[in-house]
């Protein structure tokens, strides 16, 4: 039982490179999440999924696009990377308790 | 003004001391509480869960909460190098860990316990 996974762990990107972020869950969760973690700001919600073929916007959404076509797969998208999405990112999971299940990270630096 | 004030610290203090860590809110519709702790370079990993006002103890910490204050406390007795973190509060108006909407974060408080 891994819990929640994240690929890749770091990544450089150039301004204007595109790249996808995926999380994945073998707990067998409804909510998937997306969240951003900056110095100072804490943690904010990008997007977020209640079930397989959904997904929604949370706080801070603009410049991301997601996908949640398996239950246990959600995938984070920069179309066109921008310095301002230098970032740790982090996916969670929750099962409807009101636990989140967060992964390890993937720190994204834009140039 | 953010939904929830925490200050970021970093806050230090000696081994063994009481440590005090504080989240105030403004959203009176709030009713799900939790505390995180974010190791560095790992994920936040829950702590800490209150429903509604009143206490709950776990061991050295102890949560708080005062919703006509609108003030959340976690509290760690005989703290210890170990406790050294990010502690982060949570909070949700749905009754899971945030639901739809996900959770309403802190900034996170920075703590140093000295050996």
């Known amino acids: 039982n891994a819990g929640v996974t994240q690929t890749p762990k770091f990544r450089v990107l150039k301004t204007g490179q595109s790249m996808t972020l995926l999380c994945a869950q073998d707990?067998?969760?409804?909510?998937m999440y997306w969240y951003r973690q900056d110095p100072g700001m804490g943690l904010r919600l990008i997007h977020y999924s209640v079930g397989e073929g959904t997904t929604a916007k949370g706080e801070v959404p603009d410049g991301y696009n997601v996908s949640r076509l398996k239950k246990q797969n959600f995938l984070l998208g920069l179309e066109s990377a921008a310095p301002s999405q230098t970032s740790v990112y982090f996916c969670?999971?929750?099962?409807?308790?009101?636990?989140?299940?967060f992964g390890p990270g993937t720190r994204l630096t834009v140039t | 003004q953010k939904e929830v004030e925490q200050d970021p610290g970093p806050l230090s203090v000696p081994e063994g001391a009481i440590v005090s860590l504080n989240c105030t809110y403004s959203?009176?519709?709030?009713?799900?509480f939790m505390w995180y702790r974010q190791y560095s370079r790992k994920g936040p990993e829950l702590l800490m869960y209150?429903?509604?006002?009143g206490n709950k103890e776990d061991g050295r910490f102890t949560a708080q909460v005062d919703k006509s204050s609108k003030y959340i406390s976690l509290f760690i007795r005989d703290s210890q190098p170990s406790d050294s973190a990010t502690y982060l509060c949570a909070m949700s108006a749905e009754d899971s860990g945030g639901g739809a909407d996900g959770l309403t974060f802190g900034k996170g408080t920075h703590l140093i316990i000295q050996p």
């Open positions: 959203n009176s519709a709030f009713q799900y």
């Open positions: 707990m067998n969760h409804e909510y």
């Open positions: 209150t429903y509604s006002s």
């Open positions: 969670a999971s929750n099962g409807g308790g009101y636990e989140q299940y």
